[in-house]
């Protein structure tokens, strides 16, 4: 999928969120997190940005199980190969499940609409394809 480099670096969240450790004790731990139209960026450190992980847009399934608690907004990642990434953040001013869920929406329709231009290029590129294809429509 083709987009602007001014879509890519186009910044949709920026602040804190905490995610649960892996580990056998499952600590929370405060991560800074910028989410762009393309991925969700997490460090582990507020100053050094270097050092972080990226989870695409592509490889997100979906989010799910959001639970509102007094204090926290507790929500799961969902990968495409079904791992799951807990995280959770104040219910306050902090919606990131919601904008992670609209930033997903927006780009399966941009990769939607990406693919259907494609196969229609494809199909305007090659008129003998169309023509078989309207031989055998009753």
Do not use: H
């Not at 987009?3 to 670096?9: G, H, L, P, V, Y």
């Not at 997190?33 to 399934?61: F, H, M, P, W």
Request: aromatic share 8%; with cysteine.
């Amino acid at each position: 999928m083709k987009m602007s480099a001014e879509e890519i670096c186009q910044v949709l969240k920026e602040g804190e969120l905490e995610k649960r450790s892996d580990n056998l004790l499952q600590f929370w731990k405060r991560k800074t997190c910028v989410l762009t139209t393309d991925s969700l960026n997490i460090y582990a450190d507020t100053q050094k940005r270097s050092k972080g992980k990226e989870l695409k847009l592509q490889s997100i399934k979906k989010v799910d199980c959001v639970e509102r608690t007094g204090k926290f907004v507790y929500f799961t990642i969902v990968t495409t190969d079904n791992k799951e990434i807990d995280f959770r953040c104040t219910g306050e001013e902090n919606c990131w499940n919601a904008v992670i869920t609209m930033a997903l929406i927006d780009y399966q329709n941009r990769k939607a609409i990406q693919d259907f231009k494609t196969r229609q290029d494809n199909e305007s590129a090659s008129p003998g394809q169309q023509e078989r294809r309207m031989a055998r429509a009753p």
